[in-house]
């Protein structure tokens, strides 16, 4: 069982950083794809990133590319989200998730979620 629990978010503004964290602990961390999904009010649960176990492959959404960038340290069983450029559009709440398949975009393949973390940037 993988447990995730997200921190870091809060309100921003517009063009401002914020680094999610989301730690897990479980000794089968490292074998685990890592991604970050994220759910505006109304909205379905969108892909943002995700990264390999190892750390060495990662993918992003295209609306996210540029500006947000996912990295791990399987020795503290962590897995980050930093996000540039904050944008409105950006607001939602934010969900880490572990899978056993590789580098997966859509939720279903996601085995562990977190109970997410909200991100609210104003204009």
């Known amino acids: 069982q993988v447990h995730p629990v997200e921190s870091g978010g809060g309100l921003v503004q517009t063009g401002d950083s914020l680094r999610l964290s989301c730690a897990a602990s479980?000794?089968?961390?490292?074998?685990?794809?890592l991604g970050w999904f994220r759910q505006a009010p109304g909205k379905e649960r969108d892909f943002v990133a995700a990264?390999?176990?190892?750390?060495?492959?990662?993918n992003y959404a295209d609306s996210v590319k540029g500006r947000f960038t996912i990295s791990r340290d399987n020795a503290k069983n962590t897995v980050y989200l930093q996000m540039n450029s904050l944008k409105p559009e950006d607001t939602a709440v934010y969900y880490c998730?572990?899978?056993?398949?590789?580098?997966?975009?859509?939720?279903?393949?996601?085995?562990?979620w977190g109970q997410g973390t909200q991100v609210t940037v104003s204009s």
């Open positions: 479980v000794r089968t961390f490292s074998m685990y794809t």
């Open positions: 998730a572990a899978a056993a398949k590789y580098l997966p975009t859509v939720t279903y393949n996601y085995n562990y």
């Open positions: 990264i390999s176990p190892n750390g060495g492959s990662a």
